[in-house]
Protein backbone atom coordinates (compact mmCIF):
# COMPACT_ATOMS: atom_id res chain seq x y z
CA UNK A 1 0.00 0.00 0.00
CA UNK A 2 1.16 3.58 -0.77
CA UNK A 3 0.90 6.89 1.00
CA UNK A 4 0.11 10.29 -0.34
CA UNK A 5 -0.26 13.93 0.57
CA UNK A 6 -3.11 15.56 -0.58
CA UNK A 7 -4.24 19.15 0.47
CA UNK A 8 -7.22 20.79 0.14
CA UNK A 9 -6.21 24.59 -0.53
CA UNK A 10 -7.04 27.67 1.16
CA UNK A 11 -9.62 28.40 -1.74
CA UNK A 12 -11.30 25.19 -0.84
CA UNK A 13 -11.63 26.07 2.50
CA UNK A 14 -13.13 29.07 1.86
CA UNK A 15 -15.45 27.81 -0.53
CA UNK A 16 -16.39 25.33 1.71
CA UNK A 17 -16.06 22.34 -0.74
CA UNK A 18 -13.56 19.91 1.44
CA UNK A 19 -16.74 17.88 2.57
CA UNK A 20 -17.00 16.79 -0.98
CA UNK A 21 -13.60 17.04 -1.85
CA UNK A 22 -12.36 14.32 0.63
CA UNK A 23 -15.79 12.67 -0.26
CA UNK A 24 -14.50 11.66 -3.56
CA UNK A 25 -11.40 10.31 -2.18
CA UNK A 26 -13.22 8.19 0.18
CA UNK A 27 -16.27 7.01 -2.66
CA UNK A 28 -12.70 5.77 -4.62
CA UNK A 29 -11.96 3.65 -1.85
CA UNK A 30 -8.46 5.59 -0.55
CA UNK A 31 -8.25 5.08 2.98
CA UNK A 32 -7.82 8.51 5.17
CA UNK A 33 -4.53 7.75 7.82
CA UNK A 34 -4.56 11.42 8.82
CA UNK A 35 -6.04 14.57 8.17
CA UNK A 36 -5.72 18.16 10.08
CA UNK A 37 -6.73 21.97 9.39
CA UNK A 38 -3.37 23.49 8.95
CA UNK A 39 -1.95 27.34 8.48
CA UNK A 40 1.26 27.32 5.92
CA UNK A 41 3.85 29.47 7.49
CA UNK A 42 6.48 31.40 4.96
CA UNK A 43 9.31 28.83 5.31
CA UNK A 44 6.61 25.75 5.19
CA UNK A 45 5.52 27.16 1.97
CA UNK A 46 8.85 27.50 0.97
CA UNK A 47 9.76 23.92 1.31
CA UNK A 48 6.42 22.50 0.16
CA UNK A 49 7.29 24.21 -3.57
CA UNK A 50 10.95 24.35 -3.08
CA UNK A 51 11.21 22.82 -6.51
CA UNK A 52 9.48 25.87 -8.05
CA UNK A 53 11.90 28.31 -6.23
CA UNK A 54 12.55 31.00 -9.47
CA UNK A 55 9.75 30.11 -11.32
CA UNK A 56 7.65 33.16 -12.07
CA UNK A 57 4.47 31.97 -10.31
CA UNK A 58 6.37 30.90 -7.20
CA UNK A 59 5.99 34.13 -5.43
CA UNK A 60 1.85 34.36 -5.89
CA UNK A 61 1.83 30.13 -5.12
CA UNK A 62 3.44 31.29 -1.52
CA UNK A 63 1.08 34.21 -1.46
CA UNK A 64 -1.92 31.81 -2.22
CA UNK A 65 -0.90 28.67 0.31
CA UNK A 66 -0.19 31.13 3.53
CA UNK A 67 -3.22 33.16 2.68
CA UNK A 68 -5.54 30.94 5.08
CA UNK A 69 -5.83 27.45 6.61
CA UNK A 70 -5.60 23.86 4.41
CA UNK A 71 -6.98 20.77 4.62
CA UNK A 72 -4.02 18.29 4.90
CA UNK A 73 -4.57 14.81 4.68
CA UNK A 74 -2.58 11.64 4.18
CA UNK A 75 -4.48 8.79 2.03
CA UNK A 76 -3.27 5.00 1.70
CA UNK A 77 -4.45 2.58 -1.10
CA UNK A 78 -2.84 0.72 -3.76
CA UNK A 79 -1.23 3.56 -6.42
CA UNK A 80 -2.47 5.88 -4.25
CA UNK A 81 0.01 8.42 -5.67
CA UNK A 82 -0.91 8.20 -9.05
CA UNK A 83 -4.93 7.93 -8.43
CA UNK A 84 -5.00 10.76 -6.28
CA UNK A 85 -3.61 12.96 -8.97
CA UNK A 86 -6.15 11.63 -11.59
CA UNK A 87 -8.79 12.47 -9.20
CA UNK A 88 -7.36 15.73 -9.15
CA UNK A 89 -7.41 16.23 -12.96
CA UNK A 90 -5.05 18.35 -14.82
CA UNK A 91 -3.17 21.48 -13.15
CA UNK A 92 -5.41 23.81 -13.76
CA UNK A 93 -9.37 24.04 -13.77
CA UNK A 94 -10.57 25.58 -17.41
CA UNK A 95 -7.40 22.27 -18.51
CA UNK A 96 -8.78 19.92 -16.59
CA UNK A 97 -11.45 16.90 -17.15
CA UNK A 98 -15.00 17.12 -16.00
CA UNK A 99 -15.09 14.62 -13.58
CA UNK A 100 -11.75 15.70 -11.83
CA UNK A 101 -12.08 17.82 -8.84
CA UNK A 102 -10.37 20.82 -10.40
CA UNK A 103 -12.33 20.24 -13.48
CA UNK A 104 -15.23 19.98 -11.70
CA UNK A 105 -14.43 22.95 -9.28
CA UNK A 106 -12.16 25.20 -10.42
CA UNK A 107 -12.16 27.93 -13.34
CA UNK A 108 -8.51 29.50 -12.45
CA UNK A 109 -5.08 29.68 -13.48
CA UNK A 110 -3.99 30.40 -10.10
CA UNK A 111 -6.55 28.95 -7.75
CA UNK A 112 -6.79 25.24 -8.14
CA UNK A 113 -8.40 24.13 -5.39
CA UNK A 114 -6.11 20.73 -4.33
CA UNK A 115 -2.27 19.53 -4.55
CA UNK A 116 -1.58 16.22 -4.70
CA UNK A 117 2.30 14.60 -4.31
CA UNK A 118 3.55 13.21 -7.59
CA UNK A 119 5.93 10.63 -6.63
CA UNK A 120 6.88 8.37 -4.37
CA UNK A 121 9.90 10.54 -3.08
CA UNK A 122 7.81 13.66 -2.68
CA UNK A 123 4.81 12.04 -1.12
CA UNK A 124 7.74 10.93 1.58
CA UNK A 125 9.66 14.34 1.88
CA UNK A 126 5.74 15.89 1.71
CA UNK A 127 3.84 14.18 4.30
CA UNK A 128 7.09 14.36 6.84
CA UNK A 129 6.09 18.34 6.36
CA UNK A 130 3.06 18.03 7.46
CA UNK A 131 2.90 15.11 9.80
CA UNK A 132 4.34 13.57 12.80
CA UNK A 133 4.53 9.72 12.55
CA UNK A 134 1.92 9.60 15.58
CA UNK A 135 -0.71 11.36 13.75
CA UNK A 136 -0.23 8.91 10.88
CA UNK A 137 -3.04 5.84 12.12
CA UNK A 138 -2.41 2.37 11.01
CA UNK A 139 -5.95 1.11 11.07
CA UNK A 140 -8.04 -2.17 9.48
CA UNK A 141 -11.14 -0.26 7.45
CA UNK A 142 -13.98 -2.89 7.22
CA UNK A 143 -14.90 -1.81 3.62
CA UNK A 144 -11.61 -2.75 2.40
CA UNK A 145 -12.83 -6.62 1.74
CA UNK A 146 -14.74 -5.36 -0.89
CA UNK A 147 -12.38 -2.63 -2.15
CA UNK A 148 -10.29 -4.89 -2.88
CA UNK A 149 -9.43 -8.60 -3.85
CA UNK A 150 -7.62 -11.11 -1.48
CA UNK A 151 -4.85 -12.71 -3.64
CA UNK A 152 -1.87 -14.72 -3.32
CA UNK A 153 -0.15 -11.39 -3.84
CA UNK A 154 -1.99 -9.25 -1.22
CA UNK A 155 -5.18 -7.06 -1.95
CA UNK A 156 -4.91 -6.32 -5.12
P1 LIG B 1 0.50 20.32 -9.69
O1 LIG B 1 -0.14 21.00 -8.49
O2 LIG B 1 -0.54 19.92 -10.69
O3 LIG B 1 1.45 19.22 -9.29
P2 LIG B 1 2.88 21.91 -10.27
O4 LIG B 1 3.44 22.07 -11.63
O5 LIG B 1 3.62 21.01 -9.30
O6 LIG B 1 1.35 21.45 -10.43
O7 LIG B 1 2.75 23.35 -9.64
C1 LIG B 1 2.49 23.50 -8.25
C2 LIG B 1 1.46 24.58 -8.07
O8 LIG B 1 2.00 25.82 -8.53
C3 LIG B 1 0.18 24.38 -8.89
O9 LIG B 1 -0.74 23.52 -8.26
C4 LIG B 1 -0.32 25.79 -9.00
O10 LIG B 1 -0.98 26.16 -7.78
C5 LIG B 1 0.97 26.59 -9.14
N1 LIG B 1 1.36 26.80 -10.53
C6 LIG B 1 1.97 25.94 -11.34
N2 LIG B 1 2.18 26.46 -12.56
C7 LIG B 1 1.71 27.71 -12.50
C8 LIG B 1 1.63 28.78 -13.47
O11 LIG B 1 2.06 28.67 -14.61
N3 LIG B 1 1.01 29.92 -13.03
C9 LIG B 1 0.53 30.08 -11.77
N4 LIG B 1 0.59 29.09 -10.84
C10 LIG B 1 1.17 27.93 -11.20
MG1 LIG C 1 3.23 19.29 -8.18
Not at 30 to 50: N, P, R, T
Not at 73 to 94: C, D, Y
Not at 106 to 133: C, Q, T, W
Request: aromatic share 8%; charged share 25%.
Amino acid sequence: MERTLVLCKPDAVQRRIVGRIIDRFEQKGLKIVGLKLVKFSQQLAGEMYLMHKGKDFYGPLVEFVTSGPLVAMVLEGNSAIAVARKILGATFGPDADPGTIRGDFGMSKRYNVVHGSDSPESARREIGLLFDNSELIDYQIAGDEWVYARSPEGMI
